[in-house]
């Protein structure tokens, strides 16, 4: 057995059976070992970024780590931004990054690079493997690192993969459960929400699943708490049944104002809320200067068993969680514009769909539109760095291949990874792929008016930066030319059609809508 067929044959032992991959010339023992090594799945993909959302999308929906393959420091620097944005989702992720042979090191060839000094950034852990003996032992910890939510990467030397390996393979490994919130952090949090205060418990980590939103739900009832989720959850179970919960919204100076009222902030999973970005004029605190900020559990806690215990102690067992009825949109007529989109999507959705969200500006009013459709869960940009949804789609696919997965983009977003729409192709995924054809970086046009950037307006070479007009997209073209079925939408009339008969059909299907911008321009 040689490196890489242990290195393989580790993964496969610890439930880590889907690998996203671009391999070069270092990597080929890797390659090579697929064939002999049984239990993997081998998913290509024509650019690495691509890679690195698919593997978050994956995990975030089978709840286990997928692994990536990459080519060198280049390809690692590639993926980096889809690395990102799963490091700041909590999402498991086992980047595997070839590196020349150990002896080749030394020569500076081309493509030589500080490969642990780039994975830094991006990962909780990093080693490199420096002989084909030791391997498998750093595979199984890099699984053990990975858990369930952090990035581990593994560098992975050419003569380290085809070396041989007389130790062979490990095991699966052991991991700890997660910790438990102290009996004293709960009283005190208990003895605040029952004073009469003003307060929010504000959910976030890796998942807000069903049971976890109606726990939270009985908890704000009892005590007369408002209960929200952070702006991005990584996943979120909505749609009927779901409870009802309030968002924190994403620009600063609403959010600031949503919760400009209260006294004790009790933060689950989530981050202490600040501003995106720094604007003149406005704090970067969200929260007001004398309301208490509470972390009370992180995203590795026992989040579900401090919900079940804030339950008892609260006496909240017999309370009936606020859950979203069933309420489907009629149909829209006319021009076509995103509120449409929107309700349409939210009449289509079958039930157990995966809504992958990164429709940016455009995406508001769909997230609205479903609070009422069937039970779906929905994935969130978690990084805010861009070209995440249509491998996020890919991934989750791949993850959960009897549900409908729905991927809402952006045209400028769709750009950066485009190549996930081949890929797509290729594995036959049932995704359906909104893309929201505004042709502005309407975002953008927002945000320069709000930094106060020459007054708020452009002129004319900074308002070309913020327009991706002339020469115009052609998203059903480029689909098609990948091998996904597409086709152009102007009218609410037409989409509906388009978008009712995605749902009924299998495979991937591309809608390019063609929409005004939902906010003016600067």
């Known amino acids: 057995m040689n490196g890489a067929e242990s290195l393989l044959t580790t993964l496969v032992n610890n439930g880590v059976d889907v690998c996203f991959a671009n391999p070069g010339t270092s990597e080929m023992h890797f390659v090579a070992a697929l064939d002999e090594v049984k239990g993997m799945r081998c998913v ?11 593997a978050d999308g994956y995990a975030r929906m089978a ?17 980096l931004a889809n690395v990102h944005n799963a490091k700041k989702g909590h999402v498991p992720v086992i980047n595997i990054v ?36 030791d391997i498998a032992r750093h595979t199984a910890d890099a699984v053990r690192a990975a858990g369930v939510g952090r990035v581990a990467t593994l560098i992975l030397p050419a003569d380290v993969s085809w070396g041989d390996n007389a130790n062979g393979a490990e095991g699966a490994v052991s991991r700890a459960p997660p910790r ?7 009283r005190e949090v208990v003895a605040k929400l029952s004073s009469g205060s003003r307060c929010m418990l504000m959910i976030g980590g890796r998942e807000v699943d069903l049971q976890r939103g109606r726990l939270l739900s009985r908890i704000g009832k009892v005590c007369g708490a408002r209960v929200s989720t952070d702006t991005f959850p990584t996943r979120q179970a909505r749609g009927a049944g779901s409870a009802v919960l309030e968002r924190l919204p ?50 590795d806690d ?30 829209p007529t006319g021009d076509l514009d995103v ?42 940009l978690t990084g805010g760095s861009i070209g995440w949804g249509l491998p996020a789609a890919v991934g989750a696919a791949v993850a959960c291949a009897d549900r409908k997965v729905v991927c809402l983009e952006g045209d400028g977003s769709a750009m950066y990874t485009i190549q996930a729409l081949w890929t797509m192709a290729r594995e036959n995924l049932d995704v359906v792929v909104v893309i929201f054809g505004n042709r502005k970086y309407n975002i953008l046009e927002l945000e320069f008016s709000r930094t106060g950037a020459r007054g708020g307006t452009p002129g004319p070479k900074a308002a070309s930066t913020l327009d991706i007009g002339g020469p115009d997209l052609g998203f059903a073209v480029l689909a098609r030319g990948m091998g996904v079925q597409a086709h152009r939408a102007d009218s609410a009339e037409g989409f509906n059609r388009l978008f009712a008969e995605a749902m009924r059909k299998k495979g991937p299907y591309l809608i390019e809508a063609i929409v005004p911008p939902l906010f003016s321009g600067a």
């Open 44 to 54: 290509l993909g024509l650019f690495e970024g691509v890679l690195s959302g698919a």
């Open 63 to 79: 709840r286990k780590p997928a692994a990536t393959l990459l080519h060198l420091g280049p390809g690692l620097g590639n993926a």
């Open 98 to 133: 070839g590196e020349h042979a150990t002896y080749h090191v030394k020569y500076d060839a081309p493509l030589t690079a500080d490969i642990e000094a780039i994975a830094a950034a991006v990962s909780h852990w990093v080693r490199t493997a420096a002989s084909p003996e």
């Open 180 to 186: 438990r919130v102290s009996q004293e952090s709960l």
């Open 250 to 299: 994403y620009l600063a100076e609403l959010a600031i104002d949503h919760i400009k009222d209260l006294d004790y902030l009790v933060l689950i999973g989530a981050a202490r809320p600040v501003s995106f970005f720094a604007y003149p004029g406005v704090t970067s605190c969200i929260a007001p200067p004398d309301c208490e900020e509470i972390l009370l559990a992180t995203p």
């Open 302 to 331: 026992d989040i579900d068993q401090l919900l079940a215990d804030l339950v008892n102690q609260l006496g909240a067992e017999d309370i009936e969680p606020e859950v979203h009825p069933l309420v489907l949109p009629e149909l």
């Open 339 to 380: 509120a449409k989109i929107g309700q349409a999507v939210a009449h289509y959705l079958p039930e157990h769909a995966v809504v992958v969200d990164e429709a940016n500006t455009c995406g508001l009013p769909p997230f609205s539109a479903t609070h009422t459709a069937r039970p779906h869960d929905w994935l969130d």
